[in-house]
């Protein structure tokens, strides 16, 4: 069966400090791969997708960036955190032909 | 633009009584529809969804929606509500292929419904 694994849970972090959030799936191949943004008292935004190993596509303009080093790993990093950047981070996936999502348990990352 | 909207920000029943949360798109065609379900501190879990066929959709814990293409709605019901449903609860669609959309199927969240139970 496909799973999905984000680490870690939470994490507090020092402004301008560096972040390396991980998200790996297991059960599939080639799929199609999100990161999802929930601030506080807002919805979920789409910050980016991936739908092959070092193919990334940003939604929107902002601090961090994405790579897909592998089929099945998906990585949200930063090189300095701002304040602005808190909040609840959840990866996604998509198989194929199919239009189902899975989404991970999520981060919640806090800037200090 | 694509647009999901959930009126309701936040909901409170009381155990036992009926709940519908209410979901509205605005797109050019009919897209896929989900409703997920979000615990504090918790990632998604996906409820229902709708592709095609039945209007009428069941899901998981009882809950069931209705999709109306004539109002663009997607409305989440349960006849009795338990004190477990207490959570935020999220309306998504995303563009079908042959309305334009691609394979990249981008879900486009609505701002989603707190649902406190009283009880």
């Known amino acids: 069966s496909q799973t999905i694994h984000q680490w870690p849970a939470t994490l507090v972090q020092p402004v301008g400090s560096p972040l390396s959030l991980e998200c790996t799936v297991e059960?599939?191949?080639?799929?199609?791969l999100y990161w999802y943004r929930q601030a506080a008292g807002r919805g979920l935004q789409l910050l980016f997708y991936s739908v092959g190993i070092g193919q990334i596509s940003s939604e929107v303009p902002q601090n961090l960036s994405a790579s897909r080093p592998q089929d099945r790993q998906f990585i949200l990093s930063s090189k300095k955190l701002l304040l602005s950047d808190s909040g609840f981070y959840l990866c996604?996936?998509?198989?194929?032909?199919?239009?189902?999502?899975?989404f991970g348990s999520g981060t919640r990352l806090t800037v200090v | 633009a694509q647009s999901v909207t959930q009126p309701d920000i936040h909901i409170t029943v009381s155990e036992g009584a009926s709940l519908e949360l209410r979901c509205n798109y605005s797109?050019?065609?009919?897209?896929?529809l989900f409703w997920y379900v979000q615990s504090p501190g918790q990632g998604l879990q996906l409820l229902l969804k709708y592709f095609s066929g039945d209007t009428l959709v069941q899901g998981i814990k009882g809950f069931e929606a209705e999709f109306k293409r004539s109002q663009s709605s997607f409305n989440l019901r349960k006849p009795s509500v338990h004190w477990s449903d207490a959570a935020e609860y999220f309306c998504?669609?995303?563009?079908?292929?042959?309305?334009?959309?691609?394979?990249?199927?981008?879900?486009?969240f609505g701002q989603g419904t707190i649902l406190t139970v009283h009880p």
């Open positions: 998504a669609v995303v563009m079908t292929p042959n309305a334009g959309g691609t394979s990249y199927g981008k879900l486009t």
């Open positions: 797109y050019g065609a009919t897209p896929y």
């Open positions: 059960g599939t191949s080639n799929p199609n």
């Open positions: 996604a996936w998509k198989g194929r032909g199919g239009q189902g999502y899975t």
